[in-house]
């Protein structure tokens, strides 16, 4: 198993929205800006629950505690969305 290894420059420093994008302010000064749609539940949080985030996991997360979301600056600059929830039928 192959696991990445956290570099410092990658810590979250901040967060910011457009209309339709999330951005992350990254210590090294590197700005990551990824669609909004890629995050439902952050996507469907009204503004004032958007702008209610904290830094977690020793500075290389981010979470919404009134979402329930968790992002990861490892998962952001990889490029890779929520995982789609499949509902199934009863």
């Known amino acids: 198993m192959s696991t990445s290894e956290l570099k410092a420059g990658e ?3 901040d967060v ?3 209309d ?3 951005s ?3 210590a090294d000064g ?3 800006t990824v669609p909004l749609v890629w995050y439902p539940r952050v996507l469907q949080a009204t ?3 958007r ?3 904290e830094i977690v996991g020793a500075g290389y997360g981010i979470h ?3 979402v329930d979301e968790d992002l990861s600056a490892e998962g952001i600059l990889r490029g890779s969305p929520a995982p789609r929830v499949i509902v199934r039928a009863k």
């Open 16 to 18: 910011h929205f457009s």
């Open 51 to 53: 702008v209610n985030w």
């Open 24 to 26: 992350v302010d990254l």
């Open 30 to 32: 590197r700005t990551i």
């Open 64 to 66: 919404w505690p009134d």
């Open 11 to 13: 810590a979250v420093r």
């Open 47 to 49: 503004p004032a629950q």
């Open 20 to 22: 339709d994008t999330l």
